[in-house]
């Protein structure tokens, strides 16, 4: 299908549709003979993004507040398409083209399942959009670009950065123009205060045509696993059937995120950290969504609601019994971490001392620094020490302790227990008789054998 058939295509079912000429059903049957034909032209011309396309089933619904977005049913992944408002909304063919790659990159970065039971929706919308516009020659009417975060927020933004870092940025920043209640509760609609900017410089307006909606649900563990293996299993498939002289053509850092889709993460991070995390009070802070209690007649004072606050502190064993290739494998764990969190996250390495002076903040996958740094001997201890030393807690800290396990038999933990302990040896080797927290183990991971040369 070209640019003229699809006006005519479009223009024909609107006609029919205010003449009561076509069902709802017939409508739907002539988006879907319009989408097969996009992916065919997809699979000719941009190969990786419609493979994916072919292995996601289409769902049709009335009630979609846009044109299309995805949405998880039990651990299968939908395309749910709203086919009238497809018509209405998308104008030209380019236009369903770009749409299409937009929904496609938000799965190569796995948006549907990391944000999935994410609080603030409208930032995450706004963070992965800006994300994944950036690979595209044409964006989607309706979402954010990097240029358009960057006037929004009245600053400078990094680009082609990771969809988790955009959004620590707008939760930090106060939104350009906002009032002080939309401020505090940082919830403003600015896709939607964008476009309104527009349409007052003359803009046509335009009904949405991205919505991620079907992102937002409540997943229990088993089902949240399944998921990662359904979407892996997608872009592994997609990737393999993708020829090398298409991968050539592709941006360096989509290449970099599919060669590595196929080794899956040794544990599910996401749901380790959200039960050792949890919810987490950390003091108050002040919301407009709450009335002052001592002075209940002043609606213009905000009131309290508890501020959740934790940071993660990752350890990294760099002793003389870790091998360069355990400590390679761990670091590869903490891109899971990062994709995984949006909280604060400090990478320290360890041997008989924690070498706080070349401890680092990390913000992104590309942050990580593989090098080695100490050799001597193993002290978990040394751990526990720092963090009574910066006055961590429970209620505002967790440890992760990425080892091999050897080390002391016995340690004092000053009653720090929000750690989480991930193993290059079986639970069974573990030293520590007394430890704290919960316990995990790499040992068994095929992709761990093969880099350190046990299978």
Not at 59 to 65: A, I, M, T
């Amino acid at each position: 299908m070209n640019e003229a058939k699809f006006q005519t295509t479009r223009e024909q079912i609107l006609t029919d549709v205010a003449q009561n000429k076509m069902s709802l059903i017939d409508v739907q049957n002539q988006v879907d003979q319009i989408l097969s034909g996009a992916v065919i032209e997809l699979l000719q011309t941009k190969r990786l993004f419609g493979e994916v396309l072919i292995q996601i089933a289409r769902q049709y619904d009335n009630r979609l507040d846009g044109a299309m977005g995805f949405k998880w049913q039990l651990t299968k992944l939908n395309l749910v398409i709203n086919p009238l408002k497809l018509v209405e909304v998308v104008t030209y063919w380019h236009e369903l083209l770009a749409l299409l790659q937009h929904e496609v990159l938000h799965v190569v970065w796995q948006h549907p399942l990391r944000y999935q039971t994410s609080k603030h929706q409208t930032n995450i919308t706004l963070a992965t959009d800006v994300a994944v516009n950036q690979y595209l020659e044409e964006v989607p009417r309706g979402t954010v670009t990097l240029a358009d975060l960057a006037k929004l927020l009245d600053q400078r933004l990094p680009a082609l950065a990771d969809s988790s870092s955009y959004l620590q940025i707008i939760q930090k920043n106060k939104i350009k123009g906002q009032t002080g209640q939309q401020a505090q509760s940082n919830q403003i609609d600015t896709r939607q205060q964008f476009n309104s900017e527009k349409r007052s410089n003359g803009e046509q307006k335009a009904g949405k045509l991205d919505t991620h909606a079907g992102w937002d649900s409540e997943t229990k563990v088993e089902s949240l696993s399944q998921q990662t293996a359904e979407l892996k299993q997608i872009l592994a498939q997609a990737w393999s059937q993708t020829p090398t002289r298409d991968r050539g053509l592709l941006p360096g850092k989509l290449k970099q995120q599919l060669e590595h889709i196929d080794q899956p993460a040794s544990f599910n991070w996401k749901q380790l950290i959200k039960q050792a995390v949890g919810s987490l009070p950390q003091g108050k802070k002040s919301s407009y969504s709450r009335f002052n209690r001592r002075q209940p007649l002043r609606m213009d004072l905000p009131g309290q609601v508890t501020n959740l606050v934790t940071k993660i502190d990752i350890f990294v064993d760099n002793s003389g019994s870790m091998g360069d290739n355990e400590i390679a494998y761990l670091l590869t764990q903490i891109k899971e971490i990062v994709m995984t969190t949006e909280t604060l996250t400090t990478v320290y390495s360890f041997d008989a001392v924690v070498h706080a002076a070349d401890a680092y903040e990390l913000r992104n996958q590309s942050q990580i620094q593989f090098k080695r740094i100490g050799g001597g001997g193993t002290s978990f201890q040394s751990i526990f020490a720092y963090l009574q030393a910066q006055h961590a807690t429970n209620n505002d800290t967790l440890a992760i302790i990425l080892t091999d396990g050897w080390g002391e038999t016995k340690i004092n933990s000053y009653h720090f227990s929000n750690v989480l302990w991930v193993l290059t040896s079986p639970v069974s080797q573990f030293s520590v008789e007394n430890s704290c927290g919960k316990i995990a183990t790499v040992a068994n991971n095929v992709n761990y054998q093969r880099m350190v040369g046990t299978k």
